[in-house]
């Protein structure tokens, strides 16, 4: 596992300060060792029974000089290894345990000779030997005072050195080391430039990143976390807020998201404001910027932390604002020159009393489904219909209830039509149909429908009311061979309807093709069917 820049630069302190400890330890003797220890306890034993010793030689007691010895090696037999009491001559008078043994073993450092005198002149020695180190005793060596004081030194220095470093390199300034030459190429940049460490502390900053942050925003940008900038947010809310870190631990560069700028004390104003006006009214970002983001590695691989720039597109953003709201007024502007047009086709089309097709609107569409109709082999009929008695209407009511007689005959004629059917104004008061894919059978039908319809209106819809009591007549006559065209078809239509006038009005009169007849010619008029 590879230590990031703190715990190395705490291993560090801590190695050198342990090293000076051990080597002002090593001069000026700070810890006493395990072995001074010994052996001064060894030095106060030895002085206290030398001082036993020479209280019981002039008594000459033997055997009690013999006890005390015996009773010191008990009390001291895990240090101690054996006591003798040697005279001036080099005769051992008096020990307590292998005293030859472990005396003539060799010194280990820790063996003591105390010189005892009588009358000014030596008299012999107290010689205690001491057991020699082992490696039973490595274990009591390594809790020594001085290993514990080192040990507890080293844990509680790295404590202290890696909190007191994390806390210090947040408020350095990373800028100081970087050269001159650098920081000035990073101030040339036209983007907003920013270098996070792999915990997301801000290390440097460019001249283009510092004006983007809003003037209310003074608190210093190097050492505090990316994550804090309040005031770079992501225009999409899916988006996070600080890529950096997702690009750091991916390993993979992000680009091109969008980022807005915004000030959080215009934010908070603009929410006072709506809490007084019950409305919050959106404030207006201060910037838009393309953030990317790109990590930085060593040459090991490492992560050392990322890259992160900003594009201040701001006026591209407001150019394409400007854009849409062209284009808007442009779609708005068709779609209301596309409702006049269909209202000038529609005016141009249309009979405007009775809301029919005018006459060229309607020979227009007719003439298209006369040759369709020719051209399939398919059915089509033409109808003729007439108010009855119209200007007894007009002479008898006055103009306008003929207008609303011609009004309402209208209407009730559009009930009967199909979609796919025509109607026109012909002229005055007569209206004609043509009914695509319609047998004679089904126009005989339809007509009689419609004739029924206006002779049970009774008058409605009309001033007169009852009194008005409205009919009218009907011609028709179905496409055959012979007839080319439209106004053929409706000569033929028109000549049935005289007939039906002049055969008592308010009923249906088909045309029949084996028959000339003209409107004045009642002995060759068409066969009519009345009902």
């Known amino acids: 596992m590879r230590l990031t820049a703190i715990p190395r630069m705490t291993v560090g302190l801590v190695s050198l300060a342990v090293m000076l400890l051990l080597v002002f330890d090593a001069l000026l003797g700070l810890f006493p060792t395990d072995a001074q220890t010994r052996r001064n306890v060894n030095l106060q034993v030895a002085n206290a029974l030398a001082a036993q010793t020479a209280a019981l030689l002039p008594r000459r007691d033997w055997r009690a000089l013999d006890q005390t010895l015996h009773n010191v090696l008990v009390a001291q037999g895990k240090d101690l290894a054996s006591i003798g009491l040697r005279r001036a001559d080099g005769s051992l008078l008096v020990q307590a345990g292998t005293h030859p043994a472990s005396w003539n073993a060799g010194s280990n450092g820790q063996d003591i000779t105390v010189v005892l005198t009588a009358n000014d002149q030596r008299w012999g020695q107290l010689e205690l030997a001491f057991h020699k180190p082992s490696l039973a005793d490595l274990p009591s060596w390594a809790l020594s005072g001085p290993v514990r004081m080192v040990l507890l030194f080293g844990v509680l220095a790295t404590l202290l050195y890696y909190l007191y470093l994390r806390r210090v390199l947040e408020h350095l300034d990373p800028s100081a080391a970087v050269p001159d030459r650098v920081r000035s190429a990073f101030d040339t940049l036209v983007e907003g430039v920013m270098v996070v460490d792999a915990q997301g502390r801000i290390l440097l900053v460019n001249k283009a990143f510092e004006a983007l942050r809003p003037a209310s925003d003074t608190k210093p940008l190097l050492g505090q976390r990316a994550q804090a900038l309040t005031w770079l947010q992501p225009s999409d809310p899916a988006t996070a807020a600080a890529p950096w870190m997702e690009a750091m631990q991916q390993r993979h560069s992000a680009r091109g998201l969008a980022f807005v700028v915004r000030d959080p004390h215009e934010r908070g104003a603009a929410q006072t404001q709506a809490d007084q006006t019950g409305g919050l009214e959106p404030v207006e970002p201060r910037a838009h ?84 109709a020719l051209r399939d082999g398919s059915p089509l009929v033409c109808v003729m219909a007439d108010i009855d008695h119209f200007k007894k209407i007009n002479d008898t009511w006055g103009h306008a209830v003929g207008d609303q007689a011609i009004k309402r005959f209208a209407a009730l004629l559009r009930q009967h039509v199909r979609p796919g059917d025509l109607l026109g104004r012909y002229g005055g008061e007569e209206f004609c149909l043509v009914l695509f894919g319609a047998t004679p059978e089904r ?64 009923r249906v009169v088909v045309y029949q093709a084996d028959q000339q007849t003209t409107a004045n010619d009642a002995a060759t008029r068409p066969q009519e069917s009345v009902t």
Do not use: W
């Open 443 to 506: 126009g005989q039908q339809l007509a009689e429908a419609l004739r029924s319809s206006v002779a049970s209106n009774r008058g409605q819809g009309l001033d007169p009311g009852e009194r008005l009591n409205m009919t009218a007549s009907f011609g028709l006559a179905a496409m055959t061979e012979g007839v080319n065209d439209l106004a053929a078809l409706i000569d033929l239509a028109d000549r049935a309807m005289y007939v039906a006038k002049h055969g008592g009005r308010n």
């Open 289 to 372: 910027v393309v953030l990317n983001c790109s990590p930085l590695t060593d040459e090991q691989g490492g992560l050392r932390g990322c890259l992160v720039s900003l594009g201040d597109v701001t006026e591209l953003e407001m150019s394409h604002r400007q854009l849409l709201e062209v284009l808007a007024d442009l779609a708005a502007s068709k779609q209301e020159l596309e409702h006049k047009n269909r209202e000038l086709e529609q005016l141009a089309s249309q009979d405007i009393l009775s809301g029919c097709l005018n006459r060229r609107a309607f020979f227009e569409l007719g003439d298209g489904l006369f040759r369709r």
